[in-house]
């Protein structure tokens, strides 16, 4: 009885090289993209010598937490000077994980570990295209409204935002059919990920509960990929209580910032909007000096990304309940959990960072851009937009054609100018 490799080899070919060529390679070369923007405004000759000298910031608290592990002392500001339990773990946790496999110093590895995880973000984005069977145009135009993003070089530098974003989408990806324990699992150990990395992904691992009632076995599934999901930050509750003696020092931590530093009404209160009533506030927005200079021209960014940013969801969430309504969306339950993880992300992040001017809100928004282009992604293709007049579509393309050309264009900008101040180590986020 022979056995020949040869059929073998072309059928495991033929399952291969479609996700290689739809999937795989075009996500591995937006990645590499990203990696040589910034690199282009660096002066080091090496892959090692011009991220090694990225490391400022919150880097640095990764690197201590991945060298020394937790540390708490107290709540004055000496203390938190040398605490550092005001950072989830997971990041740290899979920078000393990919270190040691890797066999590298942690400085390296915490490069390493955010570019793979920003490959593992762009996989997953390229998965949602092929499963929506979304046009070959309309990824091209999405993927690069993505990259160009003000923020989006963090997700190859030494932040946590290329693992909580994966991470993020990995769950809602495996979360959409629930219906076997290899799903729910998958969709567990991703929502695991995600909330032992940011707190905002406490709320978002409870998101598939809302379809519990599809299906006589999936609410089983369900209930377990949310549980599992919730561990990832429980547990870092759990070891501050077992370790420290307090649950909730992540909490008490942010009160270094200010007695209220946590305002669950920022969203809608007017001090949040009060710099854009200044005139001061727009000339040294639109000030090149300023831009280039040590000053808060950074900050004044990531205000303007608040209203921005409430405007795209407010506008996003009324179009998507509107066409709904009308009867012309298919598909919406899939959307849902898309747009309440984009609220409550950004809610929350406005929220934790009124005590100091949404002075990072343009790197915290990045998460939720991803998400609504999904979701308009997603609409676009399973809305029937026949409720719009004939006679006004083909203006209404027009414009918005405009828009998205002339919004990619600012990103693209403000992304370099932002890019450029990361690596001259001027405040960004």
């Known amino acids: 009885m022979s056995f020949s490799l040869g059929p073998l080899l072309r059928q495991s070919w033929q399952r291969l090289a479609p996700f290689s060529i739809q999937v795989l390679l075009p996500s591995l070369a937006l990645t590499g993209l990203e990696i040589f923007l910034i690199s282009l405004w660096s002066k080091g000759d090496d892959y090692a010598s011009i991220f090694k000298g990225l490391t400022q910031w919150d880097s640095h608290w990764y690197l201590g937490i991945v060298r020394r592990g937790y540390q708490f002392v107290g709540f004055d500001k000496i203390a938190y000077e040398q605490s550092n339990v005001a950072f989830f773990p997971g990041y740290p946790l899979a920078v000393a994980i990919m270190s040691r496999l890797l066999g590298v110093e942690p400085e390296l590895g915490l490069y390493l570990t955010a570019q793979l995880f920003c490959w593992l973000m762009w996989i997953y984005l390229f998965l949602f295209y092929r499963r929506w069977q979304i046009p070959t145009l309309w990824q091209v135009l999405a993927s690069l409204i993505i990259l160009v993003y003000p923020s989006s070089f963090y997700l190859v530098v030494g932040y946590s935002e290329s693992l909580f974003v994966a991470s993020l989408l990995g769950f809602f990806y495996w979360s ?98 009060a710099p854009f009533f200044s005139s001061r506030y727009w000339q040294s927005l639109f000030s090149l000096s300023e831009a280039l200079g040590d000053g808060i021209w950074a900050i004044s960014i990531s205000q303007l990304f608040v209203p921005l940013t409430l405007g795209s969801l407010v506008v996003t969430g009324l179009l998507d309940g509107l066409s709904v309504l009308v009867g012309k969306s298919r598909c919406w339950q899939e959307r849902l959990g898309f747009h309440l993880a984009a609220w409550a992300m950004f809610s929350i992040s406005v929220a934790g960072m009124s005590a100091v001017a949404q002075r990072s809100m343009i790197r915290y928004c990045l998460p939720v851009h991803i998400l609504q282009v999904l979701t308009w992604l997603h609409g676009v293709k399973y809305t029937n937009f026949s409720f719009i007049p004939q006679q006004v579509r083909p203006y209404l393309g027009s414009v918005l054609r405009l828009g998205y050309w002339i919004l990619a264009l600012v990103f693209f900008a403000l992304n370099q100018v932002l890019t450029w101040r990361y690596v001259q180590h001027l405040w960004v986020a």
């Not at 809302?210 to 006589?216: D, H, I």
């Not at 999901?229 to 008490?252: M, N, V």
């Open 176 to 273: 959409m059919d629930l219906n076997s324990l290899r799903a729910a699992l998958l969709a567990g150990a991703h929502g695991l990920a995600m909330s032992a990395t940011r707190i905002v992904g406490l709320p978002v691992a409870l998101l598939p509960l809302l379809r519990l009632g599809e299906g006589s076995r999936r609410w089983f599934w369900t209930a377990g990929a949310a549980v599992l999901a919730l561990l990832g930050g429980l547990s870092f509750f759990l070891y501050c209580q077992l370790r420290f003696g307090r649950w909730d020092l992540y909490i008490e931590m942010q009160r270094y910032f200010g007695p209220s530093s946590f305002s669950y009404l920022a969203i809608i209160q007017p001090r949040t909007y």
